[in-house]
């Protein structure tokens, strides 16, 4: 079955340091896949997409991700993390055409402090 | 921007009642879903549509029906709202699949819904 794991449920950091939020996925081919930002109280805002074009992806807020098809893997990376970063962050993959039916991770907790 | 509309923040309603929980979106989007997010669960995919008047069950779909008679309008209905239901709910949407890959669902504020 197909799956996303995020490897850290809590993340911390300081002010200014850099920021790395794991992810690994399971699939039989290369899936389409995002990272999403949940704020208290509001929704999942898309940070970042993969899908093939560049392995290298650039999103808002500084962030970027890399996908690795020999890990498996789409961390999540920022060089200087902020206060205002401080947030949950899901990983999530779209293995289907069409119905875009998403298999989300259990989420990491950003924690920022001064 | 992509704007998902969800018609009420916080509902408080009594187990028994019959909930609406309204959806709208306005880029012409042709699929729309349904989430509800609770702690230790994430989200979990209740119903989705990729049409108007179309409807698939998601992984719970026990309990809640949906309606969508116009594209930009996706419903969520509780027949007999049970305390079971209190949630955070979240209406998404996107486009269909497209050439260049699976299209990011865009999401709504979420409604915090209480049955008392």
């Known amino acids: 079955a197909q799956s996303v794991t995020q490897l850290d449920s809590h993340v911390s950091v300081s002010e200014g340091t850099p920021v790395l939020l794991r992810c690994n996925y399971s699939?039989?081919?290369?899936?389409?896949l995002f990272w999403y930002v949940q704020h208290p109280n509001k929704g999942l805002q898309l940070l970042l997409k993969?899908?093939?074009?560049?392995?290298l992806v650039k999103g808002i807020n500084g962030f970027e991700a890399e996908f690795k098809k020999s890990e498996t893997s789409f961390h999540l990376t920022k060089p200087s993390a902020h206060m205002s970063d401080a947030a949950e962050y899901f990983c999530v993959a779209d293995p289907s055409g069409g119905y875009n039916k998403l298999i989300f991770g259990a989420g990491t907790r950003l924690a920022v402090h001064p | 921007d992509v704007k998902v509309t969800q018609s009420s923040r916080y509902l408080v309603k009594r187990t028994g009642e019959k909930v609406f929980l309204e959806c709208v979106q306005d880029?012409?989007?042709?699929?729309m879903f349904w989430y509800r997010q609770d702690p230790g669960l994430g989200l979990r995919l209740i119903y989705f549509?990729?049409?108007?008047?179309?409807?698939e069950k998601g992984d719970i779909p026990e309990g809640y029906s949906v309606s969508r008679e116009k594209k930009e309008r996706f419903s969520l209905i509780l027949e007999s709202a049970s305390t079971n239901q209190t949630s955070m709910y979240l209406c998404?949407?996107?486009?269909?699949?497209?050439?260049?890959?699976?299209?990011?669902?865009?999401f709504g504020d979420g409604t915090r819904l209480s049955i008392l």
């Open positions: 699939s039989s081919y290369s899936p389409s």
């Open positions: 998404a949407s996107s486009h269909w699949w497209t050439g260049e890959g699976n299209q990011p669902q865009h």
């Open positions: 993969y899908t093939s074009a560049a392995t």
């Open positions: 880029m012409d989007h042709e699929n």
């Open positions: 549509s990729y049409d108007v008047k179309m409807k």
